[in-house]
């Protein structure tokens, strides 16, 4: 029986590329402008509180906000955009990247990607890295920026040669000096690449000097989360396939009702927790050690995150930063770690 997709992440399908294919005669309209004065409207007052440790940092009508990012220093946040009314061709195939402060939550970044499907924040919010999908050209385009000024400052192709990638994965250095991708095809052919972004030539490198992002990977590159039989639960499995192309079970993540569907899902920066948010508005955070059973502990009220469309914690592990389906992102304090 096929295993079910954790619903928050976005990842190509045959029938979306097929879709984009029939799409690209039509003719691409009306991109959204940076800094549109609609959007700076729209936008609620940063510092609103909502009660329960939990404020609103930014919003935006019109949006669904995804694959929520921090810097180490907890900082900044990093979201992709997706527009909740699709209108036309362009909004299937280009996705807004956005940087905001925690603190003011102002906006700090904001770029149109063609199909962004991993993001990732270094050099303590100084760089963002963009790994996108340019389905319409068959390819994998990684870029870094400048978040401040919104300088493009690094930009690559990733090689596929006679593969065909099936699993991308985006990884960088804390100090944004090394810009990697791991990739694998469907018949599990490996691929490996890594940039020096300052000279911008290819390198060896070790992966684990990388914090990685996309497609549910864990931050150290360890450890994969998806969709598991039975029901509603998520198996975490061996980033890395054997041999045979099969990737050894670690862990199994299965609340105790057995019945509710996870909506969205995100590591803990240390790679050690899986946080899941639930359709019926529960957020539990499941420890994660290789052989051993997982107990999830309740993050909030009962419904509290009901409506989520993404989450993710703290580096400090105080806060736990989610998107709503009303184009909000929030912060809410933990009083445990």
């Not at 609103?48 to 949006?63: F, L, M, P, S």
């Not at 694959?67 to 220093?73: I, N, P, R, W």
């Not at 807004?96 to 939550?105: F, W």
Request: glycine share 8%; with cysteine; aromatic share 8%.
């Amino acid at each position: 029986m096929p295993e079910p997709a954790i619903p928050n992440r976005r990842a190509p399908t045959p029938a979306l590329a097929f879709a984009a294919l029939v799409l690209s005669a039509l003719v691409f309209a009306g991109l959204w402008s940076r800094g549109s004065t609609q959007r700076e409207a729209l936008r609620d007052d940063p510092a609103e509180h909502t009660g329960r440790g939990t404020r609103v940092i930014w919003k935006e009508a019109g949006v669904n906000v995804s694959t929520l990012v921090l810097a180490a220093d907890d900082r900044c946040l990093a979201g992709i955009l997706y527009k909740s009314e699709i209108r036309s061709a362009d909004d299937h195939l280009r996705q807004r990247v956005i940087a905001v402060d925690i603190e003011s939550g102002q906006p700090l970044f904001d770029s149109l990607e063609r199909h962004p499907i991993a993001i990732c924040l270094a050099d303590c919010g100084r760089s963002l890295a963009v790994l996108s999908d340019d389905i319409m050209n068959r390819r994998f385009i990684l870029r870094m920026y400048e978040v401040r000024s919104g300088a493009l400052t690094f930009e690559a192709e990733v090689p596929q040669g006679d593969a065909k990638w099936s699993q991308v994965f985006l990884g960088m250095s804390h100090d944004a000096r090394i810009i990697a991708v791991l990739a694998w095809d469907a018949k599990y052919k490996e691929g490996a690449f890594a940039w020096n972004t300052e000279t911008r030539k290819r390198i060896e490198f070790n992966s684990g000097n990388c914090a990685w992002s996309g497609q549910m990977i864990s931050p150290d590159g360890q450890l994969l989360a998806h969709g598991g039989w039975p029901g509603p639960g998520i198996r975490i499995l061996s980033a890395r396939p054997r041999d045979d192309g099969s990737r050894s079970s670690v862990s199994f993540c299965l609340p105790d009702d057995g019945e509710t569907w996870p909506a969205a899902a995100a590591w803990s920066p240390d790679s050690t927790r899986l946080l899941v948010v639930y359709r019926d508005g529960t957020l539990l955070d499941w420890r994660i050690a290789p052989g051993v059973g997982t107990l999830p502990a309740r993050i909030g009220n009962e419904g509290e995150f009901q409506d989520c469309t993404d989450v993710a914690l703290s580096y400090t592990r105080d806060q736990v930063f989610y998107a709503q389906r009303d184009g909000s992102i929030r912060a809410r304090t933990l009083s445990g770690k």
